[in-house]
């Protein structure tokens, strides 16, 4: 870790790392996926750990493609930091509450050794160039379209990976460790108690040092379920049952991940869909809270040709407003996600679209 990756001069940031052992770690060859569990879709992570490999918390979050800097600071990476050295100087009397930051051992060892990535033509040590290298994101555990060609089970934590707590209506403060600046009304985190200044301290038992520790218990959590929480409230210790309905995950948004592309481009055979204003959703007669997405733009000819359906059969400009008559879904990550869980290669499924304004339907064989 240097003060290139910092982002800029930060004296307290440059004591503190002198405190550590810093190992930067610049390709995904050889990459222990056991051991390093976290959102492989980050520009930027740092897992913060004894030289026994146990996990004393991780650093590093992100919620879109916009902007990926919105939620880290060198704020709260310097309060990370300081908390993995408490939990060092209580080590090893913690070592059983830090068993849960370590993950199950993963199918595959290493990334080159994902059948989906072995062989290609980056799967080598890096070169120094941006093609010769196995990128973090190569590594996805588990790999989506490999359990779905296999018709294996599809759970939504493989499509909403690592979400943010605002999901559930606490949103943090990225300058903290885990401080809460507000509580939406009505949300699970208001029913569970949270209020805006909590400090969240442990969640399942798990001692909390940073945004990126609360994502990874809720996105190890089971749904239906509950996360338990210990919170300091003005120095006073307060615990709070933070419930997890089926379903929850689907409040957020992964189509700014990479797999939206491929689920795109295989199953509608198109680019990114523009979510239509409320306003001109009036004007086609679509309720202010019903799907309407519209077709902008195809893949390139390269990609056309492996699945042409899709751009055969939609047009630019037809805006989706349901799928097999589904009036449920609502969003562009909804409809992707309903043709990837639910439809199996070779089913079909029927789109209704309006083309011209008028409704028109549009059959699409899944491959």
Wanted: charged share 25%.
């Amino acid at each position: 870790m240097d003060r290139q990756v910092a982002g800029r001069e930060d004296k307290e940031l440059a004591d503190l790392l002198e405190k550590f052992v810093c190992v930067r770690i610049i390709q995904g060859w050889g990459m222990d996926l056991s051991l390093f569990q976290f959102d492989y879709e980050l520009t930027w992570a740092v897992f913060l750990m004894n030289a026994d490999k146990t996990l004393y918390g991780r650093y590093g979050s992100r919620s879109d493609h916009k902007n990926t800097s919105k939620d880290i600071s060198i704020e709260g990476l310097r309060k990370a930091l300081e908390g993995a050295l408490e939990l060092h100087a209580a080590y090893p009397g913690n070592k059983k509450e830090l068993a849960g930051k370590a993950g199950p051992k993963q199918p595959f060892p290493t990334p080159e050794s994902i059948p989906e990535v072995r062989g290609k033509p980056f799967a080598k040590p890096a070169d120094g160039t941006r093609g010769g290298c196995i990128h973090c994101h190569n590594a996805i555990q588990p790999d989506p379209w490999s359990l779905r060609n296999s018709r294996q089970p599809l759970p939504d934590k493989v499509l909403w990976q690592y979400p943010m707590p605002d999901k559930l209506g606490f949103s943090l403060d990225p300058k903290e460790r885990a401080s809460v600046v507000s509580v939406a009304p009505g949300s699970p985190a208001e029913k569970a108690g949270l209020k805006a200044g909590d400090v969240v301290k442990r969640m399942e038992g798990q001692p909390i040092i940073s945004i990126a520790d609360i994502q990874w218990v809720l996105h190890t959590a089971k749904e239906p379920g509950a996360v338990k929480m210990e919170l300091d409230r003005s120095g006073q210790k307060q615990e709070a049952t933070l419930a997890l309905a089926a379903g929850w995950r689907h409040a957020d948004d992964f189509t700014w991940r990479l797999i939206s592309w491929s689920m795109r481009h295989k199953l509608l055979g198109t680019e990114p869909l523009e979510v239509v204003p409320v306003e001109e959703k009036k004007t086609m007669g679509v309720p202010d809270a019903a799907m309407a997405i519209r077709v902008q733009r195809f893949p390139p000819d390269w990609v056309k040709e492996k699945n042409p359906q899709g751009a055969q059969k939609l047009k630019q400009g037809d805006v989706i407003i349901d799928v097999d008559g589904n009036r449920k879904l609502t969003t562009e990550a909804e409809l992707l996600a309903y043709l990837f869980q639910k439809k199996q290669p070779g089913q079909t499924a029927t789109l209704t679209v309006l083309r011209g304004g008028k409704p028109q339907q549009v059959p699409l064989t899944i491959p």
